[in-house]
């Protein structure tokens, strides 16, 4: 596939008033920009990450590289593709583990409460400073994908299309469930002390780490553990018990992200997740989508089962409701929620075949 | 429906050695009886708990009461109904909790590491004691069924028919997964110390009550969370975020186990179950199964997403293949795994049904 690779950059917006109250000075949000945006400002195609993703959408380890650069579906002979860090998270954009400019320390447990709309005011200020006069797209999966909704609630004509992936209008409770598990364990963790670990000499380690093996769960598929693990022995537990190939698994993947994220970041982020409705206080999903009039492409996962294909229906039947062009497609996969970060071929038919009929 | 109730009785069985090596000293079994052993002997129905079961399966508060009693699908004028607390329980059977007689102080983190076919062991011993010399039945949903399976496996000519409801013939790594995420849990909480807390201060509630959190994600269904709680908000979380009713749900569930359970109890007896296959070291299921003749009820759920139907149709399959009489009966319900403890009317349906064509 082709590769593109950009520097991570970082612009300072200043401050940001929050939705829950309260005010971050001095946010900083990183970035990486794939392509040239056009002197009229109006190339860019804006790719928002998940829970735990980061600036890097493209290049080598980039988490959608293979639908990025030049004749990809993203086609970066075309379109500035800019993707940011989003607020709360700790991969350069101001978040729990930033210094709070008022004390010089980590804001850690005093992050204020954040919101996904909090996230996309911080994108919107980040494309207001690099010039971006209007978006030819939006898109992302999961959590990247409830921050398409919003933009297209709040700022309906700067956006020309949008494309939605594995994503719903609110989340359903059984996935609040997993993710009030996940924070549970965090805040368990005896080094947690409310989010003020930073000073400390350990971090909530255990603690994230369970959190990701719960999450794990859901973001693959009963079929999918069966087909790759079986039955199969890693070893024996201290028990003396057997210890499955599938624990093995999961305490690796717990471990993984104990050394690539931050457990703050963890429970702010998830917290917004559960939170966000996209009709709330907007009068419903039809009346909070109404103003949005461009086409928008729907992918839905076959074996997701933290956000099932039902939901991503009801996005489309929402959009249709108001006379949206919107396009509904499905990735076959026994892989579950995940998929939108492995299925690379049925990804890349559909989000191109969706762009390719954009006019400009 | 009719109602009985019997005392909580215990027998002592003396000694029992382990399948992965040990021995128990002055194991002792407590059980519930509802009806008359008749004087040959061979009208006992041996009915099999899940993991935070008891041997109050009948009674009020009995967790199959609906089931069981004069006239009810396991009729009690008819059959002498017995229900025993599995070995490494914490109701009155042998466990963690108990006394080891070697030392004068609770096993706790010292308990052995102990199988399904322990759990059966015991079981038989106690039934041998009672004068039991033939089950009209063995019956039990979810790791109940495991040990109905573990039953025709170990004592196929003792036992004259199953009902096997919501369970399989080895856990799948999805399930595990969801096992070892609480048992994770427990391990984590500061007041396991390796299990060995009954001379402190402290219990491991934290972590036991998440690891109940978790696993009522995998007992209940997506949908039936939908329906129950949708996006209703219970208050306000410490964050500020909204805490929803969902939430509140799964927190009350956990404290609910904390007041009953032992976590240590939880750790072996999950353990038990994700290490059970009814065909290692026996040729595989089929041959495991061969020598059992006579006929099976396997009941699925169409929404148990832990236990899926599939999973069910397989043993009915396998036995099929042997030559028995194995009949496939489906519980249609929103409510999970969970609904062998809810859905009366279709249980005692399917049982009763299978129960009247039995000989004798």
Known sequence: MPNVSSPRLTRAIGALSLARGGKLEGVEVAYEQYGELSPSGDNAVLICHALTGNAQAAGEGGWWDPLIGPGAAFDTDRYAVICANILGSCYGTTGPPSTNPSTGRPYGGSFP??????????????????????????????LGGLQVLEWLARRPGFVRSAVIVAANLAHEPWTIAFNECARDAIRNDPNWLGGDYAGSAKEPAQGLALARMIAMISYRSAPSFSSRFGRRVSGTAVSGQPQFAVESYLHYQGQKLVGRFDANAYVRITEAMDAYDVGEDRGGAGAALRAFKGPALVVGIDSDILYPTWQQR????????????????????????DAFLIEWAQMDQHIRGFLAELPG
Chains 1, 2 share one sequence.
């Not at 039947?317 to 579950?336: F, K, S």
């Open 113 to 142: 409460v954040i919101t996904v709309g909090d996230m996309v005011a911080a994108q919107e200020q980040l494309l207001l400073q690099l010039g971006v006069r209007s978006l030819a797209s939006v898109a992302g999966g999961s």
């Open 314 to 337: 009801q996005i489309v039947d929402t959009l249709r409701a108001n006379g949206n062009v919107a396009e509904y497609a499905e990735i076959a996969t026994p892989h579950g929620h």
